[in-house]
């Protein structure tokens, strides 16, 4: 299984980016996945997960602003994030696994490698 994502960049607060999660195989189709972000210092934090079917559910501090997606043709999985703040700085990363270990906040089995967003002030 790989994960890559992509995306990560410097965007001035109110911005938007969008994460993409390319994934090997048919893990879109089959797996829970997520996104999870992490910063210096600080323990990685789930973002937002979405179940094989399709069910999205988000941190409480990205509600109504970021939106996490797939496209089960592509095998891509997405987090579309407005309205960007700086403290959603860090190292996103995606993660596919068993819905039980996503959304509990520990990841499933397989990561892919971080992407960097940096928002400024």
């Known amino acids: 299984v790989q994960l890559q994502a992509s995306g990560g960049g410097l965007v001035r607060a109110g911005g938007s980016l969008r994460l993409s999660c390319a994934a090997s195989?048919?893990?879109?189709?089959?797996?829970?996945m997520g996104w999870f972000r992490q910063t210096a210092g600080s323990q990685r934090e789930l973002v937002a997960t979405?179940?094989?079917?399709?069910?999205?559910n988000y941190a409480d501090s990205v509600k109504g602003r970021f939106t996490i997606s797939k496209d089960f043709a592509k095998n891509i999985m997405y987090l579309q994030m407005n309205s960007l703040k700086p403290e959603d700085s860090g190292v996103y990363y995606c993660?596919?696994?068993?819905?039980?270990?996503?959304?509990?906040?520990?990841?499933?089995?397989?990561w892919g490698q971080g992407t960097l967003v940096t928002v400024s002030s």
């Open positions: 979405i179940s094989s079917p399709g069910s999205a």
């Open positions: 195989g048919n893990i879109v189709s089959n797996t829970a």
């Open positions: 993660n596919a696994g068993s819905l039980i270990k996503v959304v509990s906040g520990r990841g499933g089995d397989y």
